[in-house]
């Protein structure tokens, strides 16, 4: 069986810092691009950040790219979110996905394999 097991949400202070983790298992964990996609109160997906699947190139948004790090353990199958310096709008529900697809990949159904999300919310 497939899945993709988030974890790791929760509350933040402005400024402050969580780090997200995406568990991978019934597939072949580090032959897929791994990609975490939010999606804020009241709005659509969007894109927040990719690693190639033998973690050797990253890639991020731009409101993104010097708060947050994305890394993967292919040995424990499985990718992190590190988010830094957040602010409220950051506050969504983060979702990992798997694919084939490299860059920027912004067309959902592209994607093979979601998890669940987890809940993140930004407030004093």
């Known amino acids: 069986q497939v899945q993709l097991e988030e974890s790791g949400g929760g509350l933040a202070h402005p400024g402050g810092s969580l780090r997200l983790s995406c568990a991978g298992s019934?597939?072949?964990?580090?032959?897929?691009?791994i990609h975490w996609v939010r999606q804020a109160p009241g709005k659509g997906l969007e894109w927040v950040a990719g690693i190639f699947a033998d973690g050797s190139d990253s890639y991020y948004e731009d409101y993104v790219k010097d708060r947050f790090t994305i890394s993967r353990d292919n040995v424990e199958n499985t990718v992190y979110l590190e988010m830094r310096n957040m602010t409220p709008e950051d506050t969504a529900v983060y979702y990992c996905?798997?694919?084939?697809?490299?860059?920027?990949?912004?067309?959902?159904?592209?994607?093979?394999?979601w998890g669940q999300g987890t809940q993140v919310t930004v407030a004093e």
């Open positions: 996905a798997a694919g084939r697809s490299l860059g920027r990949v912004k067309e959902w159904d592209r994607y093979d394999y």
């Open positions: 019934g597939f072949t964990f580090h032959d897929y691009t």
